[in-house]
């Protein structure tokens, strides 16, 4: 992910949380992009946003993320300025 104007920013993926129990194996993974404050006020304010996946056998980028996308998830950032 990178907000445009700053340094690009890689995924975490959450390993460490527990994903089966006796009744379940949960299939569903995610991972989680931190944000710098001065990333998250720049995409307040309107900066461009791309994404994209850099892995030796596959590579696809989506700058910039269409409007709608943005506006949700940045929308997702309001807690932070």
């Known amino acids: ?4 104007g700053h340094e690009r920013v890689f995924a975490i993926a959450d390993e ?5 129990n006796e ?3 949960s299939a569903v993974h995610f991972l989680r992009f931190e944000l710098a ?3 998250t006020a720049s995409l307040h304010g309107g900066a461009a946003l ?6 030796q056998h596959y590579r696809h980028e989506v700058t910039p993320v269409p409007p709608a996308v943005q506006r ?4 997702d950032l309001q ?3």
Do not use: F, N, Y
Request: proline letters at 7%; hydrophobic letters at 30%; charged letters at 20%.
């Open 1 to 4: 992910m990178q907000v445009a």
């Open 16 to 20: 460490d949380l527990e994903r089966e």
């Open 23 to 25: 009744q379940k194996t």
């Open 37 to 39: 404050t001065p990333m």
């Open 50 to 55: 791309g994404i994209g996946i850099d892995h």
């Open 72 to 75: 949700s998830l940045t929308a």
């Open 79 to 81: 807690g932070t300025p």
